[in-house]
């Protein structure tokens, strides 16, 4: 760690690791989708991630995390983020966030998606969209010079203006060598607040909608220092993440599938 706490640009050579990592996430992702049906435990989900993630000779961030029990986060339906996989299982109509970060060579690659369950309410596909427009938006706003204030600001507006609310309390991270680190990325802010993003290093933008209210509640989880949370109001949240490389002239976005 520097003394500014924000991590040391990343070499070419790191770089490519960090490519490489980010690019198996993506893949993990999208390996999960087509087991995402009603009849599923989220245990099930947990033991695929698990081996899939092993087999491509990586090892899941999550798995002893700050005691944190499982290879993946699952977040049903009111469940806002950190949800801990256990012997539910998904039903139609459910909506679900996966979010994965296998760490390989040194590097930590980490993205979530939501994921519809069988047919899904209109009203809750409109809160998957607008999460996912709301991290593209965050994304598109990283720019030389621009600051973790100008993507929140950014994502905020843009889920206000649809009629929903952005949680404050937790967000985006430095990513990289370590699997959180400096800046924190918020989910809402003010232009030129916060700060600045500096090329070479990368960030997750990963907004947290909820339906209703931003009020959220902390639940324990038994031997871990992680806490999941859950809506106040027991109304759905939805989020997205990608793992970006700020560059000098703009960003990369590394957990896309090719
Ligand atoms: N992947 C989550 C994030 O986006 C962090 C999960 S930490 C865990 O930052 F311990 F709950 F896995
Ligand atoms: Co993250
Ligand atoms: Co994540």
Redesign the pocket.
């Known amino acids: 760690m520097r003394a500014s706490g924000l991590p040391a640009p990343l070499s070419a050579d790191e770089i490519v690791k960090m490519k490489a990592v980010c690019k198996l996430a993506a893949r993990t992702l999208e390996h999960i989708s087509s087991y995402v049906k009603p009849g599923i435990s989220l245990n099930e989900i947990d033991q695929i991630i698990y081996d899939f993630t092993l087999t491509h000779g990586a090892t899941p961030a999550?798995l002893g995390?700050?005691g944190?029990p499982k290879s993946v986060?699952t977040s049903l339906n009111d469940v806002v983020c950190?949800g801990v996989p256990d012997k539910s299982i998904l039903k139609e109509g459910d909506i679900i966030n996966i979010?994965v970060?296998p760490f390989k060579d040194g590097f930590f690659g980490?993205t979530?998606a939501m994921f519809l369950v069988g047919q899904v309410d209109e009203t809750l596909k409109h809160l998957v969209q607008i999460a996912e427009m709301a991290r593209d938006k965050g994304i598109e706003s990283i720019a030389p010079g621009a600051t973790t204030g100008d993507i929140g600001f950014e994502i905020n507006k843009f889920v206000t203006r649809n009629g929903y609310t952005t949680v404050k309390e937790i967000g985006g991270?430095g990513v990289g060598r370590m699997f959180?680190e400096e800046p924190f990325v918020p989910s809402f802010g003010k232009k030129g607040r916060g700060d600045k993003l500096l090329p070479w290093r990368c960030i997750?933008v990963?907004p947290m909608v909820n339906m209703g209210s931003d009020e959220i509640i902390e639940y324990d989880i038994p031997r871990s220092t992680?806490k999941w949370y859950r809506t106040a109001d027991g109304k759905p949240s939805a989020q997205f993440?990608h793992t970006i490389l700020v560059t000098d002239s703009g960003y990369d976005i590394l957990t896309l599938p090719d």
Request: aromatic share 12%; with cysteine.
């Open positions: 999550p995390y700050h944190y986060c950190h979010d970060t980490d979530s991270h959180h997750t990963e992680i993440e």
